[in-house]
T-cell receptor, first 111, second 110 residues
Framework: EDKVVQSPLSLVVHEGDTVTLNCSYEVTNFRSLLWYKQEKKAPTFLFMLTSSGIEKKSGRLSSILDKKELFSILNITATQTGDSAVYLCAVEEAAGNKLTFGGGTRVLVKP | DGGITQSPKYLFRKEGQNVTLSCEQNLNHDAMYWYRQDPGQGLRLIYYSQIVNDFQKGDIAEGYSVSREKKESFPLTVTSAQKNPTAFYLC?????????FGSGTRLTVV
């Protein structure tokens, strides 16, 4: 059975801190790994990773995938209160376009 | 603007009643999905459909039913057999890479 595990479950930081979120997975036919940010309703897309070792960057957020060790990390530098959200990791199978989500990491950034 | 519309945003139902959640997309995507989210948890797949008139069970299909008679529509029925239906329900669609989510329906059963 496909499995995606995120850690930590939650964390509280102060503005300006750097956070690192982890996502490990076990999927039969890996196609891609996706990161989403969920604030109130629908998750919004952050990154899609398909190749090992290539960092994707968007402003203060970056992410990298290790297909050998089966994990990904999402980094947020110089955090702001607007970064407070649940961050979801999902892995897509090669067949079926099916996404398996992790349980999410709840991040709270205090002023 | 292309997107996914879920309705209603909030739904209250009495225990034992069936209820149908609507999901419509105008993105011309073949694949559509229903996810359930409980407080403090990730998304769990209920049903998915890769093409019209075809759908498969996800990880937690018991107590739910779907239909896919049209490409743009993928309604989810929460039946009385679902033991704990109160949750946030998200519909999504995809085409090759890239998923689009609706804004969700919060169902409360009293």
């Amino acid at each position: 059975e496909d499995k995606v595990v995120q850690s930590p479950l939650s964390l509280v930081v102060h503005e300006g801190d750097t956070v690192t979120l982890n996502c490990s997975y076990e999927v039969t036919n890996f196609r891609s790994l996706l990161w989403y940010k969920q604030e109130k309703k629908a998750p919004t897309f952050l990154f899609m990773l398909t190749s090992s070792g290539i960092e994707k960057k968007s402003g203060r957020l970056s992410s990298i995938l290790d297909k050998k060790e089966l994990f990904s990390i999402l980094n947020i530098t110089a955090t702001q209160t607007g970064d407070s959200a649940v961050y979801l990791c999902a892995v897509e199978e090669a067949a079926g376009n099916k996404l398996t989500f992790g349980g999410g990491t709840r991040v709270l950034v205090k002023p | 603007d292309g997107g996914i519309t879920q309705s209603p945003k909030y739904l209250f139902r009495k225990e034992g009643q069936n209820v149908t959640l609507s999901c419509e997309q105008n993105l011309n995507h073949d694949a559509m999905y229903w996810y359930r989210q409980d407080p403090g948890q990730g998304l769990r797949l209920i049903y998915y459909s890769q093409i019209v008139n075809d759908f498969q069970k996800g990880d937690i299909a018991e107590g739910y039913s779907v239909s896919r008679e049209k490409k743009e529509s993928f309604p989810l029925t929460v039946t009385s057999a679902q033991k704990n239906p109160t949750a946030f329900y998200l519909c999504a669609s995809s085409e090759n890479y890239g998923y689009t989510f609706g804004s969700g329906t919060r169902l409360t059963v009293v």
